[in-house]
């Protein structure tokens, strides 16, 4: 089947569901109202707007962050890019698929409704020319506009006496405006991670604000020269999480006074007072935590008890002078131009895409976010399952059983990250992506591994990138995608293979005993 379909948003995740969907032979238009691709990384952002700020370096590698169809040029050491490079990876995937002539520049999606015939109306207008409306008629509609879009501002106690100024992150591009302030910065997250710490460099003083020590994941962590997500393992997932939890709070207390740097010790420090490190989102950047360690950053996390004029009062009585504050609160979703359905929760779609009542009609691309892992390869596996779906090659499951899928993983990501409530994008990457394959037909774990006992080995103690799930399936490229898994070195020694894989089977044994919680099912 051929179908019609409109992509709102020409960012990452807009940009990978018109190449899916053009690799199965759809017709597709994607309106964004920039005139440029990249979503929040494109090259010209106005004052007002969501984007990268000047100092941009992404929170998880090369290899985590570029789709499987399109991968880092062979031989790229695994890094992490700077905005600038991910926007020109975003411009030579573009190009080099033909995505470019789809797109729609500076056109205002206004609303998306249900028509007679079973299609949707998607009524538009020119930015230059807002009073100019028109209305394009589909068979579908795959909503990719973002997360990071509507600052979440939040109201303080007090805020009303604060002479101040407030701002919020998603406007920050350089730390010069703050240059001999007294800041407070409220939250703490990876854009925050890097905000906070450029303010207290030149900041009069800096204070940070926080509910909760987010968990905090070192860029190179312990020193070695692996990224953070090269630990993103099979292996190392079939710890169960209540022996990962406790080695890893073992581990914290250790390095508290045995750390090799002061930086590590300040890690481990941070760390050490969450107990439930792997309920929560991983703060995948440690840069504010060089700013405790030279004492240019304060941090206070008995919460805000009220503002006045030039200060801020804490819980614990501590009082500090501010003129300025820094909301570093994250987004609010906003999908006010749906005008056929109320969508308040992604947990509440099958994969954080497909609302029961909606089906094929309208879908989300980019509402999964892994704790540990990147976006785009989430919005990968969903473009690939929208295309499929609507070619006609896979079928949704019957409504009972779709309810049945979204409860079940709904439950499971409210008690495995318990510790952020409110960030309902949150899932676990590896369950995420595996049980996604199995739907697509596209699982790593293929029968042909027994004739190649080299992949299936890197399969199981290598980074789990997005390029593992090209290797068998729809649109697969075995050669390519296997060349691209076997570049890419494992993090763990051979020594550490081996006591991981001991912990798992003793942790799974305790498990059988009753002695050990189970994890709970996605």
Same mark, same amino acid.
């Given at each position: 089947?051929?179908?019609?379909?409109?992509?709102?948003?020409?960012?990452?995740?807009?940009?990978?569901?018109?190449?899916?969907?053009?690799?199965?032979? @759809?017709?597709?238009?994607?309106?964004?109202?920039?005139?440029?691709?990249?979503?929040?990384?494109?090259?010209?952002?106005?004052?007002?707007?969501?984007?990268?700020?000047?100092?941009?370096?992404?929170?998880?590698?090369?290899?985590?962050?570029?789709?499987?169809?399109?991968?880092?040029?062979?031989?790229?050491?695994?890094?992490?890019?700077?905005?600038?490079?991910? /926007?020109?990876?975003?411009?030579?995937?573009?190009?080099?698929?033909?995505?470019?002539?789809?797109?729609?520049?500076?056109?205002?999606?206004?609303?998306?409704?249900?028509?007679?015939? %079973?299609?949707?109306?998607?009524?538009?207008?020119?930015?230059?020319?807002?009073?100019?409306?028109?209305? @394009?008629?589909?068979?579908?509609?795959?909503?990719?506009?973002?997360? $990071?879009?509507?600052?979440?501002?939040?109201?303080?106690?007090?805020?009303?006496?604060?002479?101040?100024?407030?701002?919020?992150?998603? $406007?920050?591009?350089?730390?010069?405006?703050?240059?001999?302030?007294?800041?407070?910065?409220? %939250?703490?997250?990876?854009?925050?991670?890097?905000?906070?710490?450029?303010?207290?460099?030149?900041?009069?003083?800096?204070?940070?604000?926080?509910?909760?020590?987010?968990?905090?994941?070192?860029?190179?962590?312990?020193?070695?020269?692996?990224?953070?997500?090269?630990?993103?393992?099979?292996?190392?997932?079939?710890?169960?999480?209540?022996?990962?939890?406790?080695?890893?709070?073992?581990?914290?207390?250790?390095?508290?006074?045995?750390?090799?740097?002061?930086?590590?010790?300040?890690?481990?420090?941070?760390?050490?007072?969450?107990?439930?490190?792997?309920?929560?989102?991983?703060?995948?950047?440690?840069?504010?935590?060089?700013?405790?360690?030279?004492?240019?950053?304060?941090?206070?996390?008995?919460?805000?008890?009220?503002?006045?004029?030039?200060?801020?009062?804490?819980?614990?009585?501590?009082?500090?002078?501010?003129?300025?504050?820094?909301?570093?609160?994250?987004?609010?979703?906003?999908?006010?131009?749906?005008?056929?359905?109320?969508?308040?929760?992604?947990?509440?779609?099958?994969?954080?895409?497909?609302?029961?009542?909606?089906?094929?009609?309208?879908?989300?691309?980019?509402?999964?976010?892994?704790?540990? %892992?990147?976006?785009?390869?989430?919005?990968?596996?969903?473009?690939?399952?929208?295309?499929?779906?609507?070619?006609?090659?896979?079928?949704?499951?019957?409504?009972?059983?779709?309810?049945?899928?979204?409860?079940?993983?709904?439950?499971?990501?409210?008690?495995?990250? $318990?510790?952020?409530?409110?960030?309902?994008?949150?899932? @676990?990457?590896?369950?995420?992506?595996?049980?996604?394959?199995?739907?697509?037909?596209?699982?790593?774990?293929?029968?042909?591994?027994?004739?190649?006992? /080299?992949?299936?080995?890197?399969?199981?103690?290598?980074?789990?990138?997005? @390029?593992?799930?090209?290797?068998?399936?729809?649109?697969?490229?075995?050669?390519?995608?296997?060349?691209?898994?076997?570049?890419?070195?494992?993090?763990?020694?051979?020594?550490?293979?081996?006591?991981?894989?001991?912990?798992?089977?003793?942790?799974?044994?305790?498990?059988?005993?009753?002695?050990?919680?189970?994890?709970?099912?996605?």
């Amino acid at each position: 089947m051929r179908k019609s379909v409109c992509v709102i948003g020409a960012g990452p995740s807009g940009l990978v569901a018109i190449k899916e969907l053009l690799d199965e032979g @759809h017709e597709v238009t994607c309106f964004d109202r920039n005139t440029d691709l990249g979503g929040v990384f494109r090259e010209e952002v106005g004052a007002d707007e969501a984007g990268a700020y000047d100092s941009t370096m992404l929170t998880i590698s090369n290899y985590m962050m570029t789709f499987s169809s399109f991968p880092p040029p062979l031989g790229q050491e695994r890094r992490y890019w700077s905005a600038a490079e991910y /926007r020109q990876y975003l411009r030579d995937f573009a190009e080099t698929f033909d995505l470019v002539d789809t797109i729609r520049y500076k056109t205002d999606v206004l609303s998306v409704a249900r028509n007679d015939s %079973g299609g949707y109306d998607v009524e538009v207008a020119s930015v230059d020319a807002p009073e100019n409306r028109t209305v @394009h008629r589909f068979d579908s509609v795959a909503v990719s506009t973002g997360t $990071h879009r509507v600052p979440n501002y939040i109201d303080l106690p007090g805020q009303e006496d604060f002479a101040g100024e407030i701002v919020h992150s998603a $406007h920050y591009r350089n730390a010069e405006p703050f240059r001999g302030k007294r800041v407070l910065c409220v %939250g703490i997250g990876e854009t925050a991670a890097d905000v906070v710490s450029e303010i207290a460099q030149v900041a009069e003083s800096c204070v940070l604000s926080v509910r909760r020590y987010q968990p905090i994941v070192e860029r190179y962590p312990a020193g070695r020269p692996f990224t953070n997500d090269a630990y993103t393992s099979q292996l190392l997932h079939s710890v169960p999480l209540a022996a990962a939890g406790a080695f890893m709070r073992l581990g914290m207390n250790r390095n508290k006074s045995r750390g090799k740097t002061a930086a590590a010790r300040a890690v481990a420090a941070w760390n050490a007072r969450n107990p439930d490190f792997f309920h929560h989102f991983l703060t995948k950047n440690d840069a504010f935590i060089h700013r405790i360690v030279d004492s240019t950053l304060t941090v206070n996390a008995s919460g805000i008890e009220r503002l006045g004029k030039d200060y801020v009062l804490f819980k614990d009585g501590r009082r500090e002078q501010i003129d300025t504050i820094m909301l570093n609160t994250g987004y609010v979703e906003d999908f006010g131009i749906l005008k056929n359905v109320n969508v308040t929760d992604v947990r509440r779609l099958y994969k954080h895409m497909i609302h029961p009542d909606l089906g094929l009609g309208v879908v989300f691309i980019g509402w999964a976010r892994p704790a540990a %892992g990147g976006v785009p390869a989430c919005s990968e596996m969903q473009s690939r399952y929208f295309a499929l779906l609507c070619s006609g090659k896979q079928e949704l499951p019957d409504r009972v059983r779709l309810q049945n899928l979204i409860e079940r993983q709904a439950s499971y990501e409210n008690e495995v990250f $318990h510790g952020n409530p409110d960030l309902r994008t949150l899932v @676990h990457y590896n369950h995420y992506m595996l049980d996604f394959a199995k739907v697509l037909g596209c699982l790593p774990w293929h029968p042909a591994l027994v004739l190649d006992p /080299r992949l299936a080995l890197r399969l199981w103690c290598g980074s789990q990138t997005p @390029h593992v799930f090209r290797l068998f399936g729809p649109h697969s490229s075995h050669r390519a995608a296997r060349r691209t898994v076997m570049s890419l070195p494992p993090a763990f020694t051979p020594a550490q293979v081996l006591g991981i894989t001991a912990v798992s089977l003793a942790s799974r044994a305790l498990i059988a005993l009753g002695l050990m919680k189970r994890d709970p099912l996605y």
